[in-house]
């Protein structure tokens, strides 16, 4: 009897995936373990591996498919002496995807109906009978003020490319203005258009393209990491209630650590083991801050809070071609310094191709992002939920500080906390602030 091959749920929140590349062919031999294709979710690309032995009969969901439901059939595999005439009755393969295109106003189907003149009300009957206003007519016959009749179509289009209806003359019966007359009006340019506007919040994408002169952009689809981003950080500035604390870190007792560690590391394959980077220190710093002040190491839940064991600690990866992910080092309040860079290194490197685990990049209790690189002095983050804060780490560098009574020089960085209201009080993010400020700057009690 064939066997079904579904579109697998690759982690608990996965409702669709992206049928990226089949391995294998109609025809293809397969035992268990074989990887048969690779799926794209939010997050990742992961592989799909037969867990039966058998020839592949039939692909039913091309690759290059987007958004194919958890579930739903993707290929059939054929047992061992079945043939072509068992896979009767079984779904047709898909369409290979057509190339995405740009979206835009769609025309309707054939002429648009045509419709007579509605009758008017008793009040538009009365208005009507009344004399008019005299004025000098407009050069469709409409008067300035008289109402205009037009297709529901005609005038979103109208609107959409800035036209004045009663600047166009009608085609449609008794003179009712149709999308013939408004896409004349647009090609002639001889209509009368009112002064470009900015788009409202909710505008439709055609209306967002007015904007700007045709051919001075390009259009570049959104992949399903870009969408969840837009999702998720929409969701976090609409429902989570976020506050900042800001704290300025002098640095040179870190950076004079830093240097140290990574000279102590040993060679291997004439290489040092390991590179500790500020940012290492600085996820090191957080884990122990929240080991030290654990009720800010929380998740809100509308039933209780939860207070965690350990600190799992995001750190905000960049992707190629746009797009972040914050995979999670576990437990990092007990983690060493070489053993936190050598994790991260590694799920950086699987980040940016791809390959991370589900459980690898979700849950976690805080996160740090750093764009110190950038050259950025400080910022504020987007808290990610579930976490309740993310620390923001500014670039290093030179100011003159106060110390005692003299001014002198030194090496500072700046974080600024997110915390969300609901699970971290003031009082409570401006203390762990406070813990993360001292080990940052006495980073030898992180090792004690």
């Given at each position: 009897?064939?066997?079904?091959?579904?579109?697998?749920a690759?982690?608990?929140?996965?409702?669709?995936?992206?049928?990226?590349?089949?391995?294998?062919?109609?025809?293809?031999?397969?035992?268990?373990?074989?990887?048969?294709?690779?799926?794209?979710?939010?997050?990742?690309?992961?592989?799909?591996?037969?867990?039966?032995?058998?020839?592949?009969?039939?692909?039913?969901?091309?690759?290059?498919?987007?958004?194919?439901?958890?579930?739903?059939?993707?290929?059939i595999?054929?047992?061992?002496?079945?043939?072509?005439?068992?896979?009767?009755?079984?779904?047709?393969?898909?369409?290979?995807?057509a190339?995405?295109?740009?979206?835009?106003?769609?025309?309707?189907?054939?002429?648009?109906?045509?419709?007579?003149?509605?009758?008017?009300?008793?009040?538009?009957?009365?208005?009507?009978?009344?004399?008019?206003?005299?004025?000098?007519?407009?050069?469709?016959?409409?008067?300035?003020?008289?109402?205009?009749?037009?297709?529901?179509?005609?005038?979103?289009?109208a609107?959409?490319?800035?036209?004045?209806?009663?600047?166009?003359?009608?085609?449609?019966?008794?003179?009712?203005?149709?999308?013939?007359?408004?896409?004349?009006?647009?090609?002639?340019?001889?209509?009368?258009?009112?002064?470009?506007?900015a788009?409202?919040?909710?505008?439709?994408?055609?209306?967002?393209?007015?904007?700007?002169?045709?051919?001075?952009?390009?259009?570049?689809?959104?992949?399903?990491?870009?969408?969840?981003?837009?999702?998720?950080?929409?969701?976090?500035?609409?429902?989570?209630?976020q506050?900042?604390?800001?704290?300025?870190?002098?640095?040179?007792?870190?950076?004079?650590?830093?240097?140290?560690?990574?000279?102590?590391?040993?060679?291997?394959?004439?290489?040092?083991?390991?590179?500790v980077?500020?940012?290492?220190?600085?996820?090191k710093?957080?884990g122990?801050?929240?080991?030290?002040?654990?009720?800010?190491?929380?998740?809100?839940?509308?039933?209780?809070?939860?207070?965690?064991?350990?600190?799992?600690?995001?750190?905000?990866?960049?992707?190629?071609?746009?797009?972040?992910?914050?995979?999670?080092?576990?437990?990092?309040e007990?983690?060493?310094?070489?053993?936190?860079?050598?994790?991260?290194?590694?799920?950086?490197?699987?980040?940016?191709?791809?390959?991370?685990?589900?459980?690898?990049?979700?849950?976690?209790?805080?996160?740090?992002?750093?764009?110190?690189?950038?050259?950025?002095?400080?910022?504020?983050?987007?808290?990610?939920?579930?976490?309740?804060?993310?620390?923001?780490?500014?670039?290093?560098?030179?100011?003159?500080?106060?110390?005692?009574?003299?001014?002198?020089?030194?090496?500072?960085?700046?974080?600024?906390?997110?915390?969300?209201?609901?699970?971290?009080?003031?009082?409570?993010?401006?203390?762990?602030?406070?813990?993360?400020?001292?080990?940052?700057?006495?980073?030898?009690?992180?090792?004690?």
């Amino acid at each position: 009897m064939p066997t079904n091959i579904l579109m697998p749920a690759l982690s608990p929140t996965m409702e669709k995936g992206n049928l990226a590349k089949w391995l294998v062919k109609e025809g293809d031999a397969v035992k268990s373990g074989d990887v048969l294709a690779e799926i794209e979710t939010d997050k990742a690309t992961m592989e799909v591996e037969a867990v039966d032995e058998g020839t592949v009969g039939k692909i039913v969901v091309p690759e290059g498919t987007a958004d194919v439901p958890v579930n739903e059939l993707i290929a059939i595999l054929l047992e061992e002496g079945e043939d072509k005439s068992a896979l009767d009755g079984a779904p047709k393969a898909k369409a290979a995807p057509a190339p995405a295109k740009a979206d835009g106003p769609k025309d309707e189907p054939g002429e648009e109906p045509k419709a007579e003149k509605p009758a008017p009300r008793p009040s538009e009957a009365k208005r009507d009978a009344a004399p008019k206003p005299e004025g000098k007519p407009s050069a469709n016959g409409h008067d300035k003020g008289e109402r205009v009749f037009a297709s529901p179509l005609a005038r979103r289009l109208a609107k959409e490319a800035g036209i004045e209806l009663n600047a166009i003359s009608g085609s449609g019966p008794h003179g009712r203005i149709v999308k013939a007359d408004v896409d004349a009006a647009r090609a002639s340019g001889g209509a009368k258009t009112a002064a470009p506007a900015a788009a409202p919040a909710g505008a439709s994408d055609e209306a967002l393209r007015k904007l700007f002169p045709e051919g001075s952009f390009e259009e570049i689809p959104h992949d399903g990491m870009r969408k969840t981003i837009a999702r998720r950080m929409t969701e976090a500035r609409q429902t989570v209630p976020q506050f900042y604390v800001t704290a300025d870190c002098v640095i040179d007792d870190l950076l004079s650590l830093r240097e140290q560690v990574n000279a102590a590391a040993p060679e291997k394959d004439g290489k040092p083991a390991w590179k500790v980077s500020v940012n290492d220190i600085v996820v090191k710093a957080l884990g122990v801050a929240l080991a030290r002040v654990p009720a800010a190491n929380v998740t809100w839940t509308e039933g209780a809070m939860l207070r965690h064991k350990h600190a799992d600690v995001g750190v905000a990866v960049a992707l190629p071609n746009n797009g972040l992910i914050t995979p999670i080092i576990r437990a990092v309040e007990s983690k060493t310094l070489s053993a936190i860079a050598l994790e991260m290194k590694d799920l950086a490197a699987r980040a940016r191709d791809r390959k991370l685990k589900p459980e690898e990049y979700q849950g976690g209790t805080t996160a740090v992002s750093n764009l110190g690189m950038y050259g950025v002095k400080d910022f504020t983050a987007v808290i990610n939920p579930p976490h309740s804060t993310i620390l923001a780490v500014g670039g290093g560098e030179k100011r003159p500080v106060v110390k005692g009574s003299d001014i002198k020089i030194a090496t500072v960085m700046s974080l600024t906390l997110t915390c969300d209201h609901r699970a971290v009080d003031g009082a409570l993010g401006a203390t762990l602030i406070a813990e993360i400020k001292k080990l940052i700057e006495k980073p030898i009690s992180m090792l004690a």
